[in-house]
């Protein structure tokens, strides 16, 4: 079968019936409310468990457990290979915000004339994309591995992407041409339904009287800024758009609180201690901006990463579940106030203690 045979086979009348230069044509509309999945539309804001619930789909145990891998079917008038569904966060109970559609090759078309012909469809059917590139102007294949051209536009909160591979790339078993990417990133609205439930547990904390130090070291806690999805810590931004810091703390960390006055005056200087309570049955670990408290039953994961210098200066890096304290690299031997605090931490209920050595590469 040739390209038109192909073209007419994949898209049908549905190209002809769309206005040219549409910058929210329907397709577009919708993806801005919903993502299309086994003949459903999922609105924004379910969970992976929610969508396998409903589609009564038993999720594999893959090593990002943020994303699983779906079959695939036809979707925007396309044969899809497969679908990825991803979360950016790794809390379970975090919305899925990243659909991925991976298109199948056809063997019967050469690879750039199906990747041309699919692109300039989009372009047809939603307008001059406001990122990424109108035109299809590969003119060779090169590597699999990467990304010959893209497009991208935007409805709502949500990014609709089409991206084509420099050639055919091998994915759940067939050949695909490229992929079409959804992207949910109104983090604001991804965060809301969490925020009362986050501030009854701060009010919780707030609460606490008779919070007593167990051990403190020193160490400094990055303050907890808006930095979009990947680097949650960073130095503060005094012109970060509060609600932007909020749905960070409320979508990457939610087990992270703000540090009340109460425990605030635990304080001795040095920038991060543990303390205890014992009518709360809890126990917490803060830095002058953010708590994290565990109860009896919960699982408190810590990590000492102890990065020796090679290249680089090199660091010790304390993580307390989702509270993390750093500083420059000491050898062992000078970091026995470490050694203590951490000798303290792991007398505490529910702790999970890991230590790691790297080199600074």
């Not at 919903?34 to 003949?39: E, K, N, S």
């Not at 965060?191 to 008779?210: G, M, V």
């Not at 200066?313 to 579940?321: A, H, V």
């Amino acid at each position: 079968m040739g390209l038109k045979g192909w073209f007419n086979r994949a898209f049908g009348a549905s190209v002809h019936a769309v206005t040219a230069g549409s910058t929210a044509s329907a397709t577009l509309q919708q993806s801005a409310t919903a993502f299309p999945l086994h003949g459903q539309d999922h609105a924004w804001g379910i969970t992976q468990a929610e969508l396998f619930r409903r589609l009564a789909i038993t999720p594999e145990a893959t090593a990002d457990a943020r994303w699983q891998t779906l079959p695939g079917g036809h979707y925007f008038g396309l044969d899809i290979a497969q679908v990825q569904v991803g979360r950016a966060s790794r809390w379970p109970d975090r919305p899925i915000n990243q659909v991925w559609y991976a298109v199948r090759s056809d063997p019967q078309v050469p690879h750039l004339q199906q990747a041309k012909t699919i692109h300039e469809r989009f372009v047809r059917e939603f307008g001059a994309p406001p990122s990424g590139s109108a035109r299809f102007d590969v003119r060779k294949q090169t590597a699999s591995g990467s990304i010959a051209t893209w497009a991208e536009w935007r409805c709502g909160g949500v990014r609709w992407r089409y991206s084509t591979y420099g050639a055919p790339r091998a994915q759940n078993g067939a050949n695909t041409v490229g992929f079409i990417a959804l992207d949910w990133d109104d983090e604001v609205a991804m965060a809301a339904p969490f925020r009362s439930e986050w501030q009854a547990r701060n009010e919780a904390l707030a609460s606490i009287t008779d919070a007593e130090r167990i051990a403190s070291v020193h160490m400094a806690c990055a303050a907890t800024s808006a930095q979009r999805r990947y680097h949650f810590d960073a130095p503060a931004n005094p012109n970060a758009d509060p609600q932007l810091v909020m749905a960070a703390r409320l979508l990457y960390a939610p087990d992270r609180l703000l540090t009340p006055p109460a425990i605030a005056s635990l304080d001795d200087g040095k920038g991060l201690w543990l303390w205890r309570s014992k009518a709360q049955g809890c126990w917490g670990a803060s830095s002058v901006t953010d708590t994290v408290v565990f109860h009896t039953g919960d699982p408190a994961n810590c990590m000492w990463t102890h990065v020796t210098p090679a290249r680089g200066p090199g660091s010790d890096q304390l993580e307390i579940g989702t509270l993390i304290g750093s500083r420059a690299w000491r050898s062992r031997e000078q970091s026995g106030d470490l050694a203590e605090f951490v000798g303290h931490l792991q007398q505490l209920p529910g702790v999970r203690y890991q230590f790691m050595e790297s080199m600074d590469d």
